[in-house]
T-cell receptor, first 114, second 114 residues
Framework: AQSVSQHNHHVILSEAASLELGCNYS??????LFWYVQYPGQHLQLLLK??????LVKGIKGFEAEFIKSKFSFNLRKPSVQWSDTAEYFC????????????FGKGTRLSVIA | EPEVTQTPSHQVTQMGQEVILRCVPI?????FYWYRQILGQKVEFLVS????????KSEIFDDQFSVERPDGSNFTLKIRSTKLEDSAMYFC????????????FGSGTRLTVV
């Protein structure tokens, strides 16, 4: 069975600090990988996704993620966070074929303080 | 950009009552999903739907739950006899195929069972 592990439950950063949120998955085959963001009281929004090709993926709002196949990881990064990045971040994975649903990690809450 | 629309945004119901949560997926998507998120917890898969039938369901999706696509556009989740523990945010998602592969989530319905 697939699982997705997000190592950090809650991360607190000052504005302009760099961010890296860890995500590991347990699935032996080829996968599609996603990062979603959920701002307080809002729905899930796609930040970025990886299907194939360049393992460094750029998303919206200055976020990027790097797929490292040998480590089964897909960590999310941002060089300089802003107060508006305060949100819950979810990593998700699914195989590329068929109708197997997205499996989400438990999420990491990011709090950015001034 | 195409959206997944969910109604209502918030529903309060008494324990034991039936509720129907409605979703309008993106028109050219073929795969549909319901997820839920209990407050403060991760996003959990409930059920997937393809070609007018359930293709996969989780342990959460017991006999109290049902889904249907009554008119080719709406995709509904029914809970027959709500329990207090059904209180959660329910998200609908639809997925495209091929060049349109990707999951799009609705804004969610917050269900409160009292």
């Amino acid at each position: 069975a697939q699982s997705v592990s997000q190592h950090n439950h809650h991360v607190i950063l000052s504005e302009a600090a760099s961010l890296e949120l860890g995500c590991n998955y347990s699935y032996g085959g080829t996968v599609n990988l996603f990062w979603y963001v959920q701002y307080p009281g809002q729905h899930l929004q796609l930040l970025l996704k990886y299907f194939s090709g360049d393992p460094l993926v750029k998303g919206i709002k200055g976020f990027e993620a790097e797929f490292i196949k040998s480590k089964f990881s897909f960590n999310l990064r941002k060089p300089s966070v802003q107060w508006s990045d305060t949100a819950e971040y979810f990593c998700a994975v699914t195989p590329p074929s068929g109708n197997t649903p997205l499996v989400f990690g438990k999420g990491t809450r990011l709090s950015v303080i001034a | 950009e195409p959206e997944v629309t969910q109604t209502p945004s918030h529903q309060v119901t008494q324990m034991g009552q039936e509720v129907i949560l409605r979703c309008v997926p993106i028109s050219n998507h073929l795969y549909f999903y319901w997820y839920r998120q209990i407050l403060g917890q991760k996003v959990e898969f409930l059920v997937s739907f393809y070609n007018n039938e359930i293709s996969e369901k989780s342990e959460i999706f017991d006999d109290q739950f049902s889904v249907e696509r009554p008119d080719g556009s709406n995709f509904t989740l029914k809970i027959r006899s709500t329990k207090l523990e059904d209180s959660a945010m329910y998200f609908c998602a639809s997925r495209g195929t091929g060049a349109n592969y990707g999951y799009t989530f609705g804004s969610g319905t917050r269900l409160t069972v009292v």
